[in-house]
């Protein structure tokens, strides 16, 4: 009798909706990321890091449920994922008050912490869905994985549409409460509902095997590429609607780029049924990688808007099927790891992405950017570098340059005396406002030689976007030979099949 309590249709489309809200607060963040450096003066490194920080806390928190998942139950942790979005957006808004107040690291950290918050939501939801969904289907598991995951171009093309509606109208504040629609709405549609546990769970393999199951090297290679995927997928897709909006100078086109790529992915995952059927999943995956290689590399080369629309275009289309694919072969390959497994290479994933892909992408801009106005023009540079230096992994410290600097340079000083005039109508002085007062003071210098800063400062910004493109591409390149060398491997062992319990 349980079986036929638990509705699937709709206990899939309220998870479709976990991932929307997930989307859609991903695609505001990133349209307001300009915005943040404008107002708080980050540097592109500092934004990677804040965009990262989020995937760290999706990732590690994947990883963390997904062991403890059958234990507590599917509802209780839909539930508690319910009440994180709402407090990362209370932290989030705060931002603008705490920096006021408490001065530009406190904000960072609000900025930080909330996008933490917020991915910890999204984490405790992933860690649910991909093994429930699994469940639900057990012979279709690629094909719903890629329509469960349609949600999250779904929800970046409702945040794009929203950004480009609103973003002159409303504050980022404003913007970034949107995502608690899709939150509201899957919260109404798991209210009274059953959940299942995962294949394993009910098959009664214990947790020692589920486990055990990363003793295989396969499962290991599959890991390793899940990262690369983290990487070139959710890493470019942090930056993806600031480094076309800055190569065609203009935010509302990398906007609109932005969600036509997203649209290609959303219509492309209800489709993964059927091209697996043709080539298997594995093969969808090389695919996937050669594109992504090719469209990686003309966009980080485009000169001209059609040329970057044809590069998003196959880029977009790379992209598609990486991530619930991936899944669906974990799932195919060992489903006695049940949510285990399964939650291991989707946390491993967001942890590249927020380690490594965010900040990876942000210090190749910061790099390439201030390389080239050191040797082009080494006197703006000095008057527009960040005041710190910002280092990744192994590679050298470098100063960026300044985000409110180079907005104050852009735009003629008109928003620093919007926000001088905000300020003093607060009745409080501007000598109270650090930040404002330091700006303003430096502007005064700078501002006699922002004729022959500006330009030089602006091809700084596109170069670096470019070349930071470029070499992501090789990412996607490696991936491409490790799913060849699968799609090998079991060729030789009679083809790729789906195992059972």
């Known amino acids: 009798m349980g079986e036929l309590q638990i509705n699937k249709s709709r206990l899939l489309w309220a998870s479709f909706f976990t991932i929307v809200a997930a989307g859609v607060g991903f695609a505001v963040r990133g349209a307001i990321l300009v915005d943040w450096a404008n107002e708080f003066g980050f540097t592109m490194t500092e934004l990677g890091t804040i965009t990262g920080g989020g995937f760290v806390g999706f990732g590690l928190i994947i990883i963390l449920f997904s062991l403890i998942a059958d234990?507590?139950?599917?509802?209780?942790?839909?539930?508690?994922?319910?009440?994180?979005?709402?407090?990362?957006?209370?932290?989030?808004?705060?931002?603008?008050?705490?920096?006021?107040?408490?001065?530009?690291?406190?904000?960072?950290?609000?900025l930080y912490s909330g996008t933490f918050l917020f991915a910890v939501g999204n984490g405790v939801c992933e860690s649910v869905i991909n093994p429930l969904v699994a469940s639900l289907y057990p012979k279709q598991k690629t094909h719903y994985l890629n329509i469960l995951h349609a949600g999250w171009p779904g929800g970046m093309i409702l945040g794009g549409i929203l950004s480009i509606a609103f973003g002159d109208m409303v504050s980022w504040e404003v913007l970034m409460s949107f995502f608690l629609v899709p939150v509201l709405i899957y919260g109404f549609m798991i209210a009274k509902e059953k959940f299942p546990v995962s294949e394993a769970k009910a098959a009664g393999v214990p947790f020692?095997?589920?486990?055990?199951?990363?003793?295989?090297?396969?499962?290991?290679?599959?890991?390793?590429?899940?990262v690369l995927v983290?990487?070139?997928?959710?890493?470019?897709?942090?930056w993806i609607q600031n480094i076309t909006g800055n190569i065609l100078q203009s935010g509302t086109k990398g906007v609109l780029l932005f969600i036509y790529t997203s649209a290609l992915m959303f219509v492309l995952r209800f489709f993964a049924g059927p091209i697996v059927h043709k080539i298997s999943p594995l093969g969808l995956l090389f695919l996937s990688a050669v594109l992504g290689t090719i469209g990686l590399y003309i966009l980080g080369n485009s000169t001209t808007g059609m040329i970057m629309v044809v590069a998003v275009t196959i880029y977009g289309i790379g992209k598609t099927f990486f991530w619930p694919t991936m899944l669906g072969v974990v799932g195919e390959r060992y489903p006695k790891g049940g949510a285990v497994t399964m939650g291991i290479i989707g946390g491993v994933g967001m942890l590249s992405a927020g380690l490594l892909g965010g900040p990876g992408i942000g210090y190749k801009q910061?790099?390439?950017?201030?390389?080239?106005?050191?040797?082009?023009?080494?006197?703006?540079?000095?008057?527009?570098?960040?005041?710190?230096?910002?280092?990744?992994?192994?590679?050298?410290?470098?100063?960026?340059?300044?985000?409110?600097?180079?907005?104050?340079?852009?735009?003629?000083?008109?928003?620093?005396?919007?926000?001088?005039?905000?300020?003093?109508?607060?009745?409080?002085?501007?000598?109270?406002?650090?930040?404002?007062?330091?700006?303003?003071?430096?502007?005064?210098?700078?501002?006699?030689d922002a004729n022959q800063d500006k330009n030089p400062i602006q091809q700084a910004?596109?170069?670096?976007?470019?070349?930071?493109?470029?070499?992501?591409?090789?990412?996607?390149?490696?991936?491409?030979?490790?799913?060849?060398?699968?799609?090998?491997?079991?060729?030789?062992?009679?083809?790729?099949?789906?195992?059972?319990?």
């Open 230 to 238: 983290g990487y070139v997928e959710l890493g470019t897709d942090s």
């Open 208 to 226: 020692k095997e589920m486990l055990a199951q990363f003793a295989s090297p396969i499962l290991i290679l599959l890991v390793v590429l899940m």
């Open 366 to 448: 910061d790099y390439f950017a201030s390389e080239q106005i050191k040797t082009t023009a080494p006197d703006a540079y000095d008057r527009y570098k960040a005041d710190h230096e910002n280092s990744f992994l192994f590679f050298k410290g470098i100063q960026g340059l300044d985000g409110a600097k180079v907005a104050i340079l852009n735009d003629g000083g008109a928003q620093l005396e919007t926000d001088k005039q905000n300020w003093e109508k607060t009745g409080k002085s501007l000598a109270e406002n650090a930040n404002l007062t330091q700006l303003d003071q430096w502007w005064q210098s700078a501002k006699t």
């Open 461 to 501: 910004g596109f170069y670096g976007a470019g070349k930071a493109v470029v070499v992501t591409a090789l990412v996607p390149l490696v991936m491409a030979l490790g799913y060849l060398f699968l799609i090998l491997y079991f060729k030789r062992r009679g083809g790729y099949k789906q195992l059972e319990i």
């Open 71 to 110: 234990k507590i139950g599917y509802k209780k942790l839909i539930v508690l994922a319910f009440v994180l979005h709402f407090l990362s957006l209370v932290i989030t808004v705060a931002t603008a008050y705490v920096f006021e107040n408490m001065g530009r690291e406190a904000a960072y950290w609000c």
